[in-house]
């Protein structure tokens, strides 16, 4: 539909909801498309092949065409003919088709002054890379490939205008460039997981009949990592004590930790990053999102990593909720994902950003403000490698 019919209440898709290839998907397949409602242009658009496209090459081109084309408000394809046959001095009935044109315009109008555009596909093409400029070679560009997890991602979204939301997200997070980290940076990042790689060391910890962390462990985890301010209790029973929790069972997702026996272990992986921040920081990127058996909470990890590598659309909760609706998610009730539990899906992936400091946390208000220089770097190195 026009804009004018969406506004007047008809029922159907607004024409801006709609990208070609959504309508021509299969060779043979044939759009019919009405310029002009005074004019009446009638357009037939088919599908003639579909292939590979060169990473640089033009947007739109023209291939081919012939005839000029029509001045705008000309009237119509029965009066562009008209003008074509009396500005055509080559053309048999050249003298009929001007006193043709002069019975419907009038003597006073001259046909060359409505003229036609003169077919040159050189112009034309200019014209086109001014308006479409070649895409960037970039695994975010918005005509380019992505990288095959973060396609089917953008596959899996049903929703139009949500999938061109999210396919102009992974542009903006430059995808291209590479995620640089020095060694300093890196160890400020990664210090509550290099921390905790020390504190189990080569004994381990024997872990409570429950299988937590013992109270001496966390009150020691609390204190080292500053961690009192973010969260309310003693700060001793890990049970209680979720930023601690989180730690532990993300490391162990990770591959870091492990539990064997009532111990608490390092793993050989683990052993081997706790002394080199640049190698475990690239570690914990290319796990991110943290493995999950949930596939919400997986792409909900991933949409929350492309909102911070492209600096967060304006409010990161609706667009959680919006882009996991349009995956087909819903609550438990059958009812749309509301903010707060597409939040909660994403939590995961949030609460390991946040550790690293990838974004900043008004405590004040339990909120996320705004990711930081560090975290958005960190979130381009996870989406580049996701998955290893």
């Not at 909801?17 to 357009?43: C, N, P, S, T």
């Not at 496209?53 to 033009?58: L, V």
């Not at 890379?129 to 695994?139: E, G, T």
């Not at 189990?200 to 609390?222: D, F, N, Q, S």
Request: hydrophobic residues 40%; contains cysteine.
């Amino acid at each position: 539909m026009c804009p004018y019919q969406v506004e007047e209440g008809e029922i159907g898709i607004a024409e801006e909801e709609v990208r070609l290839d959504e309508v021509l998907a299969d060779v043979g397949d044939k759009l019919f498309y009405e310029y002009d409602f005074g004019d009446d242009w009638q357009h037939v658009i088919k599908l003639e092949a579909v292939t590979a496209r060169r990473d640089r090459a033009q947007r739109a081109m023209c291939t081919d065409g012939r005839r000029d084309g029509p001045a705008e408000d000309c009237g119509g394809a029965y009066a562009y003919e008209l003008i074509t046959a009396a500005t055509d001095p080559g053309n048999p009935d050249h003298a009929g088709a001007v006193a043709d044109f002069a019975q419907i315009f009038g003597d006073d109008v001259d046909p060359g002054e409505i003229g036609t555009t003169r077919f040159d596909i050189d112009q034309i093409n200019t014209a086109l890379a001014a308006a479409f400029p070649a895409a960037r070679a970039s695994a975010g560009g918005t005509t380019g490939p992505l990288p095959e997890p973060l396609g089917e991602l953008v596959a899996a979204v049903r929703v139009p205008s949500c999938r061109r939301e999210l396919r102009r997200l992974l542009d903006a997070a430059d995808l291209d460039q590479p995620a640089l980290i020095d060694a300093g940076t890196a160890a400020r990042m990664v210090r509550p997981y290099s921390w905790l790689l020390d504190h189990v060391g080569a004994e381990g910890i024997r872990l409570t009949g429950a299988g937590y962390l013992p109270p001496a462990h966390v009150e020691m985890a609390v204190a080292e990592l500053d961690l009192g301010k973010e969260w309310i209790g003693k700060g001793n029973r890990e049970v209680q004590t979720a930023p601690v929790l989180h730690l532990r069972e993300s490391a162990t997702r990770m591959g870091l930790l492990r539990k064997h026996r009532g111990m608490l272990l390092t793993t050989s992986r683990g052993r081997a990053l706790r002394d080199d921040p640049a190698a475990l920081w690239w570690h914990l990127a290319e796990r991110m999102p943290p493995r999950s058996a949930d596939r919400c909470e997986t792409q909900a990890g991933l949409l929350l990593l492309a909102a911070v590598a492209a600096r967060f659309p304006d409010d990161l909760d609706a667009f959680l909720a919006r882009q996991l609706g349009a995956i087909g998610w819903i609550s438990g009730d059958g009812t749309s994902l509301s903010r707060s539990a597409a939040a909660r899906a994403a939590w995961d992936t949030r609460t390991v950003l946040r550790r690293l400091g990838g974004i900043s946390y008004d405590r004040q208000a339990f909120r996320l403000e705004k990711p930081t220089p560090e975290g958005i770097t960190f979130a381009r190195a996870a989406l580049r490698s996701w998955p290893r």
